[in-house]
């Protein structure tokens, strides 16, 4: 089975430009996540989609990032500018059902890692 | 904000020893899972433990639940190289629908 395909592998842009990734799940994958993942530090989650709705985003700067899931298969994560602080790796994860996706393992991508500067 | 906390931040250790990691959460669970990480890669998935468990195995995995002092344990047996990898802890809080990761174990495994 195909695992989490993430692109781009790595970036590096300057403060205040705009960056995209995209994530493509695992085929039949309800339940997609982006973490975000500072060096040293455990993955942080920035946005849970179900098909393509937003189960929680609480932890997304809105002002700066959004995240779409367009059809409930792909998604892109969008950072709009970018600050120094936003170094970091981007996983994408996905997961099978969602109903109750905590009882569910997760399944992730290689990330993206972001260097701002 | 974070729910499990790994303890030790870092172990290193010879080859063919045990290894073992912990972590300690705050609030009631549903249930709890560990993850590796390799270097430069993705999490990949070890074990999930729930609530009503007291003890899982997985090859040379031992994951331990202790709910009354809401911690966890992770035992690898008989450590080999390839096991040099982030180890996390990532749990739930009952009625929530998302996981929070703990900041991790760097095990590094000598040989």
């Known amino acids: 089975e195909a695992g989490v395909a993430q692109s781009p592998r790595y970036k590096i842009i300057e403060k205040r430009q705009s960056v995209a990734f995209w994530c493509n799940p695992i085929s039949g994958h309800a339940t997609l996540y982006w973490y975000q993942q500072i060096l040293g530090q455990g993955p942080k989650l920035l946005i849970q989609?179900?098909?393509?709705?937003?189960?929680?985003d609480s932890q997304l700067p809105k002002d700066r990032f959004s995240a779409e899931r367009l059809k409930g298969v792909d998604s892109t994560l969008k950072i709009q500018p970018a600050k120094l602080e936003d170094s970091a790796v981007y996983l994408c994860?996905?997961?099978?059902?969602?109903?109750?996706?905590?009882?569910?393992?997760?399944?992730f991508g290689s990330g993206t890692q972001l260097s701002v500067l | 904000s974070q729910q499990g906390e790994e303890d030790p931040q870092a172990l290193s250790i010879q080859e063919g020893e045990n290894a073992t990691m912990n972590c300690s959460y705050k609030t009631s669970i549903n249930n709890l899972q560990w993850y590796r990480q390799n270097s430069g890669r993705g999490l990949v998935h070890l074990i999930l433990?729930?609530?009503?468990?007291r003890e899982k195995h997985s090859g040379r995995l031992r994951v331990t639940l202790d709910t009354p002092k809401k911690s966890s344990s992770l035992l690898i047996t008989a450590s080999r190289a390839a096991d040099t990898a982030s180890y996390f802890c990532?749990?739930?809080?009952?009625?929530?629908?998302?996981?929070?990761f703990g900041q991790g174990t760097r095990l590094t495994i000598n040989p």
């Open positions: 994860a996905s997961s099978f059902s969602g109903v109750k996706s905590t009882n569910e393992k997760l399944f």
């Open positions: 990532a749990t739930d809080k009952e009625g929530a629908q998302k996981l929070v």
């Open positions: 989609f179900q098909n393509n709705g937003v189960v929680d």
């Open positions: 433990i729930r609530s009503n468990e």
